[in-house]
C-alpha cells in the first residue's frame, strides 16, 4: 500500500478502507489539484465512486465470480472526462494508480457483490507544466475515501 499512498495519508483512511461502503452515500467524489510552482508540476483530478450500472459489464463480472461461494468485491473503472477539460492522453498517468487501488481495495473490503465503479469525471491541465496528474490522482482517491 505504501506505493500507491503514503504512509500518513493511509493512515488516515485504513479505517474507511475496512468497513463496508454505505451505498446509500453514493456518489462519492474526490478531487485534488497539485500546482508546484517551483517544480513546473500541475495536475488536476476528479474521481467519482459509484455503483456500475453497466448490465454486460455486471453480469460479465458476475460469470467470471459465480463459482466463489464467498462475496467478492469488484470494481470497474471508466474514463468519463470531456476532450476539452482533460485530454485523453493523461489516462496514461491517472489510469494506473486507480487500477493499483482498486487491486488493494479488492483484497480488504467488503461490499456485498455489489459492483462499484471508480470514474474520472474532471480534470485540468496546462500545457507548460510537468504532469502531476498522479500525484493528484492519489489524493483524490484520498479525499475520496474519507467520506466512505
Known sequence: ???????????????????????SKLPLYGENEIYRMGAGRYGKVKIKLDIERDNEKIEYIQGLHSKCNTPVNSYTYEWEVKEEKLPKYFEEYIKPVIL????????????????????????????????????????ALIELFKQV
Open 1 to 23: 500500500m505504501s506505493e500507491i499512498i503514503l504512509g500518513s495519508s493511509y493512515h488516515q483512511i485504513l479505517d474507511n478502507l475496512l468497513k463496508e461502503i454505505d451505498l
Open 100 to 139: 493499483r487501488f482498486i487491486e488493494v481495495l479488492s483484497t480488504i473490503s467488503n461490499n456485498n457483490n455489489v459492483v462499484l465503479k471508480f470514474s474520472v469525471v474532471d480534470g485540468d491541465w496546462k500545457t507548460s507544466e510537468n504532469t502531476a496528474h498522479h500525484l493528484a490522482t492519489k489524493n
